[in-house]
C-alpha cells in the first residue's frame, strides 16, 4: 500500500502532470505529520490509514478522462493546440431552415435533451456477452467444413436438402375467412359430420380443437362380407323342393362334422375297461415293498474269459506303407480324377443336344409356379371372408335355421318365428371383425336369496 501511495504522488510531482483539482495542494499534504501505528495489526488497517492522496489522485484521472478522453501529459500537442490562421473565408450565407410550424430559424434542441445528453468522452465499456454466440464452436467447425467441401467443388448434405425442398412448391394450408355478411358464403349446416375450419390450423392445433386426421388403414373395409347376408332360397316360407333339399343337405353336411369332432375326442378320452383299477390291484399297490418275497436271486451269467482275448486281438497296429504302396495309391487318385472330369466334359457335351427338354422342362417348372402362385392368392382371398381372431376366443358360427319337409309352412299366416334379429346382428358385427366374440358375463350370487312370507300371503292361504 505504501509503495502504491509512493508511486502516486511521485506521478503527480512531475513537472508533465497537471492537477485540475485545485481544492489539494501537495505541499500541505506532506507537511502534515501522520500518527505512527502499528500496521500489523488487523483492525488498524482501514481505520488509521490515510488513502485521501490516492483516492483524489485516481478522481483527478478519471477527471481528465471524461473531459479529454485521457490523460493530458499522454496525449499529442496536436489534440491540446490548433493553428490560428485568422478569419476563415466568408460562406454563402445559408438558408434558415424551417421547423415544423412554419417558423424560420435554427432549429435548437431542447435543454432537457441536452442535459440528458453523454457529454463524456470515455467510450462505453465492451458488452462481452453480446458477442458470444451458443454453439460457437460447433458452427465454427460447421463453416470449416463447408470451405473444404466448397474448394473441393461438393456441396454441403444440409444445403442439397434446402435446395431439393426450395424447388418443391409450397401447398397453402392457410384459407381466406369468409365474411359473415357475405350473402354468396356457402351453407353451413349445424347438424352436420364435417366441422368448418374458419381459425388458423397452427392456432386450431395448439388449442387441441382441431380433428385428428384419420387413418389410412382405416378407410379400409376390415371384412369383404356384406353387412346382411341374404338366406339361401330354400330358407323362404314356402321353397321349391330342389332348393329346400340343398339346404337340408348343407344342415346335414355341418352337424356331420360336429358329429366327427365329437367322435375324435372321445377316441382321444377313451380308455381299455380291463385296465380299470381295481379293489384288488389298489391293495397290492399300497402293500408293495412292505412284505418281503422269499425266492432265490437270479443268478447272473457265467463270466467267461474269451471276451478279452477276442478284444485285444481285435487292436492291431497299422503297418507302415512302403514308397511304392504310396506312388500306386497317388497314381490311382489321379487317374480317378482325370475320370471324373472326363465325365463331366462328356456331360456338358451332351447337354447341348438336350436343349428341347431342358426348355421344355423350365416351361413347366413355370407353369407349376404359376399354379401354386394362383393357388396361394386364392387362399389369401378365401381368408379374408373367414373372421380372424380378434380376442381370447374363437369365433362360433351360429346353427343354421332351417325346417324340415314336414314344418314348412304354406303361408306367412302359419310360418313359425324362429332366431332373433339382435342376435344375428350381433354374430355378423364378430364375423365381419368389427368386434371381437364375447361370451354372456356368468353372474354369481354373492348371497342367498331369502324367502319371507309376509302377513298378507297368510291371510290369503
Known amino acids: 500500500?505504501?509503495?502504491?501511495?509512493?508511486a502516486k504522488r511521485v506521478a503527480a510531482l512531475q513537472p508533465g502532470f497537471l492537477n485540475l483539482n485545485s481544492s489539494t495542494d501537495a505541499s500541505q499534504e506532506f507537511s502534515s505529520r501522520r500518527r505512527r501505528v502499528n500496521r500489523n495489526k488487523k483492525k488498524n488497517w482501514n481505520k488509521h490509514i490515510d488513502v485521501n492522496d490516492v483516492e483524489d489522485f485516481l478522481e483527478d484521472v478519471r477527471n481528465q478522462e471524461r473531459?479529454?478522453?485521457?490523460?493530458?501529459?499522454?496525449?499529442?500537442?496536436?489534440?491540446?493546440?490548433?493553428?490560428?490562421?485568422?478569419?476563415?473565408?466568408?460562406?454563402?450565407?445559408?438558408?434558415?431552415?424551417?421547423?415544423?410550424?412554419?417558423?424560420?430559424?435554427?432549429?435548437r434542441p431542447l435543454r432537457i435533451d441536452l442535459i440528458l445528453q453523454h457529454d463524456s468522452l470515455i467510450p462505453p465499456p465492451k458488452d462481452v456477452c453480446s458477442y458470444q454466440q451458443p454453439n460457437a464452436k460447433k458452427l465454427r467447425r460447421i463453416a470449416q467444413r463447408a470451405e473444404q467441401l466448397a474448394a473441393k467443388g461438393k456441396v454441403p448434405r444440409r444445403q442439397?436438402?434446402?435446395?431439393?425442398?426450395?424447388?418443391?412448391?409450397?401447398?397453402?394450408?392457410?384459407?381466406?375467412?369468409?365474411?359473415?355478411?357475405n350473402p354468396n358464403r356457402d351453407?353451413?349446416?349445424?347438424?352436420?359430420?364435417e366441422v368448418k375450419e374458419t381459425a388458423d390450423p397452427w392456432y386450431l392445433e395448439q388449442t387441441r380443437k382441431r380433428l385428428i386426421k384419420r387413418p389410412q388403414r382405416l378407410n379400409k373395409k376390415p371384412s369383404v362380407l356384406p353387412a346382411v347376408e341374404v338366406i339361401a332360397p330354400g330358407g323362404s316360407y314356402n321353397p321349391d323342393f330342389l332348393s329346400h333339399q340343398a339346404l337340408l343337405q348343407e344342415a346335414h353336411d355341418v352337424e356331420v362334422k360336429k358329429k366327427k369332432v365329437e367322435d375324435k375326442i372321445e377316441r382321444q378320452l377313451q380308455f381299455n375297461k380291463q385296465d380299470q383299477a381295481t379293489e384288488v390291484s389298489n391293495f397290492k399297490e399300497?402293500?408293495?415293498?412292505?412284505?418281503?418275497?422269499?425266492?432265490?436271486?437270479?443268478?447272473?451269467?457265467?463270466?467267461?474269459?474269451?471276451?478279452?482275448?477276442?478284444?485285444g486281438g481285435a487292436i492291431s497296429l497299422a503297418e507302415k506303407k512302403t514308397e511304392r504302396q504310396r506312388k500306386k495309391e497317388k497314381a490311382e487318385k489321379i487317374k480317378e480324377q482325370r475320370r471324373l472330369a472326363e465325365k463331366r466334359q462328356t456331360?456338358?457335351?451332351?447337354?447341348?443336344?438336350?436343349?428341347?427338354?431342358?426348355?421344355?422342362?423350365?416351361?413347366?417348372?413355370?407353369?407349376?409356379?404359376?399354379?401354386?402362385?394362383?393357388?396361394?392368392?386364392?387362399?389369401?382371398?378365401a381368408l379374408k371372408a373367414q373372421p380372424r381372431r380378434l380376442g381370447k376366443l374363437k369365433y362360433q358360427a351360429p346353427d343354421m335355421e332351417v325346417q324340415l319337409s314336414d314344418e314348412l309352412a304354406g303361408s306367412l299366416r302359419q310360418l313359425k318365428p324362429e332366431g332373433s334379429v339382435l342376435k344375428d346382428r350381433f354374430k355378423s358385427l364378430q364375423k365381419r371383425n368389427l368386434i371381437e366374440p364375447r361370451e354372456r358375463a356368468k353372474f354369481?350370487?354373492?348371497?342367498?336369496?331369502?324367502?319371507?312370507?309376509k302377513r298378507a300371503f297368510r291371510d290369503v292361504s
Not at 351453407?187 to 359430420?193: H, K, R, S, V
Open 67 to 107: 473531459k479529454t478522453g485521457g490523460v493530458l501529459s499522454e496525449q499529442a500537442d496536436d489534440h491540446l493546440f490548433f493553428l490560428d490562421i485568422g478569419k476563415p473565408p466568408t460562406a454563402k450565407p445559408k438558408v434558415d431552415p424551417v421547423d415544423e410550424k412554419g417558423r424560420k430559424g435554427k432549429s
Open 160 to 181: 442439397k436438402l434446402l435446395l431439393k425442398r426450395l424447388q418443391v412448391e409450397p401447398k397453402s394450408h392457410t384459407t381466406a375467412t369468409e365474411a359473415n355478411n
Open 286 to 311: 399300497v402293500v408293495q415293498g412292505l412284505i418281503e418275497e422269499s425266492g432265490e436271486e437270479d443268478e447272473g451269467p457265467p463270466h467267461d474269459g474269451e471276451d478279452e482275448d477276442v478284444a
Open 187 to 193: 351453407y353451413y349446416d349445424i347438424w352436420g359430420q
Open 1 to 6: 500500500m505504501a509503495a502504491a501511495r509512493k
Open 347 to 381: 456331360l456338358q457335351r451332351q447337354q447341348l443336344f438336350q436343349l428341347r427338354s431342358i426348355k421344355s422342362s423350365l416351361k413347366l417348372l413355370e407353369q407349376r409356379a404359376r399354379m401354386r402362385q394362383k393357388r396361394r392368392k386364392e387362399k389369401m382371398a
Open 444 to 453: 354369481k350370487r354373492r348371497h342367498k336369496l331369502k324367502y319371507v312370507e
